[in-house]
């Protein structure tokens, strides 16, 4: 997929701009490399499309080159499919919460249970494994190895019974939960090599029994396009609330990641990458989009680029805050950029210290908004940069031209300079700006 990709970008960095034709082109090729690594056809076609549109109408960022720009977005809608932020567990009100592992044969959910176990207990939790795996003779003994190795405790049938009832082994394991003070129970179930009707009547009746805080279906991330079918399997057969992806260290591309995920809408919680118990964490969108793209340094080279802008953006802002050199432009600006995120009086009570001009910029609605837009639209720039040169005429002129009350000009040039003080000694107290502090 890299090699397509970069190829492809390459093609475009080397063009000023970037064209309907650029953007057509590398759509092409993204789509081609998508199903190479086993993306299911639906969730390219998605993909694609939300890639053009915002292609189309991005900004681009005075940081970036267009072919950056296009990685970012490639790279931004890959995090928005595979879930944003990273979810968490959902922990039961009243414990102990039941966690429930479903899969196929060989997805690696008795791993799993080992794996969360010990993540689990490192947070100080005390879980409760659960073997209602009674189909394989050793399944049972697998977890309870595993589970010595975790160093928790493994609720099993007693042996020498025959093949036991997993839905029986459920329920009493939520009662010696109780009875021993575990707040979590793992509960690990049977799996099939194939779906089938059998082993998803047994999972619906586990999870009837013990009613799952979290039901988590376990794939193999190998399986690649095959996922999607299992996936709606479980989701029909059993439900689930989260994926947990395993075997990430094999050469998997990633492609079962995005389609499970864009499939069944559920997030994927975990990460699993390896047979030890430690060859776990949570699943981090944003590294497995640069997984699926394979441009890990490039993205990282992007961040720099951006962040370094922004910085040198925000460090002009403050050097001017700090020494009182802000200008009517500026002030318009962060008024604008203010409104374009929304009611005003949430964003400022964000704001530390900002309590005083929280009241006094709370009053500003939209309507006054665009009339300060009018009455500084209406300045000159030699005026917007240096407000103290709008004497009484000016003020009539700019009045006259932007169509207001010179008392509304008046009034927007005084509370300017209030502001413009307030933001100076603000500046001062939080240590940045140009007024002598040494910090950066
Ligand atoms: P289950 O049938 O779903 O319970 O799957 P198991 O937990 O028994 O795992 C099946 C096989 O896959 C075992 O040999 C595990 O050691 C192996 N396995 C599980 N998870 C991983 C993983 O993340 N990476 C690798 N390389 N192997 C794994
Ligand atoms: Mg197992």
Do not use: Y
Not at 182 to 195: C, K, P, Q, S, Y
Not at 282 to 288: G, I
Not at 309 to 329: P, R
Not at 375 to 383: F, H, K, L, S, V
């Amino acid at each position: 997929l890299s090699d397509r990709l970069t190829s492809a970008l390459q093609t475009l960095s080397r063009k000023g701009r970037l064209s309907d034709a650029d953007i057509d082109a590398t759509a092409r090729e993204i789509r081609i490399a998508l199903l190479e690594a086993d993306v299911a056809l639906s969730v390219v076609k998605d993909f694609i499309a939300r890639i053009k549109e915002r292609a189309k109408g991005a900004e681009v960022h005075g940081a970036l080159n267009p072919a950056q720009q296009v990685i970012k977005i490639v790279n931004e809608e890959l995090v928005t499919i595979l879930g944003g932020e990273t979810r968490r567990l959902t922990f039961a009100k009243n414990p102990p919460t039941v966690i429930m592992l479903a899969g196929l044969q060989g997805a690696g959910k008795t791993t799993l249970a080992g794996k969360l176990a010990l993540w689990l207990k490192k947070q100080g939790h005390a879980p409760l494994l659960v073997a209602c795996d009674l189909q394989r003779p050793n399944a049972v003994t697998q977890l309870q190895v595993v589970g010595e190795r975790a160093g928790v405790m493994t609720f099993a049938p007693e042996p020498g019974n025959g093949v036991g009832d997993p839905v029986d082994v459920a329920r009493r394991a939520i009662d010696e939960a109780k009875r021993a003070q575990h707040d979590i129970v793992l509960v690990d179930t049977a799996g099939r090599l194939g779906v089938d009707e059998e082993l998803m009547k047994q999972a619906a009746d586990i999870r009837d029994a013990v009613s799952p805080d979290e039901t988590l279906f376990v794939v193999d991330a190998m399986i690649g396009q095959d996922a999607v079918t299992t996936a709606e399997a479980f989701r029909d057969g059993v439900g689930f609330t989260g994926v947990v992806l395993t075997k990430l260290d094999g050469d998997a591309r990633g492609g079962a990641a995005l389609s499970v995920r864009q499939v069944t809408g559920q997030p994927i919680l975990f990460a699993s990458n390896g047979e030890k118990l430690e060859d776990f964490d949570l699943f981090h969108p944003d590294r497995m989009a640069s997984r699926i793209l394979g441009m890990g340094d490039v993205l990282s080279l992007i961040e720099q680029a951006e962040q370094h802008f922004d910085q040198e953006k925000a460090e002009q802002t403050a050097a001017k805050l700090g020494s009182g050199q802000l200008t009517l432009e500026d002030f318009l600006e962060q008024m604008l950029a203010v409104r374009k995120m929304g009611p005003i009086g949430n964003l400022l009570g964000m704001l530390p210290g900002a309590g005083q001009m929280k009241d006094q910029l709370a009053q500003v609605d939209d309507k006054q908004l665009d009339k300060l837009q009018a009455i500084i639209r209406g300045m000159t720039p030699a005026e917007r940069d240096d407000p103290k040169m709008i004497n009484a005429s000016r003020r009539l002129r700019i009045a006259k031209g932007s169509g207001v009350a010179v008392r509304d000009v008046n009034e927007l040039v005084n509370r300017f300079f209030e502001a413009r003080k307030m933001m100076a000694q603000m500046a001062g107290r939080f240590g940045f700006g140009g007024g002598g502090g040494g910090s950066k």
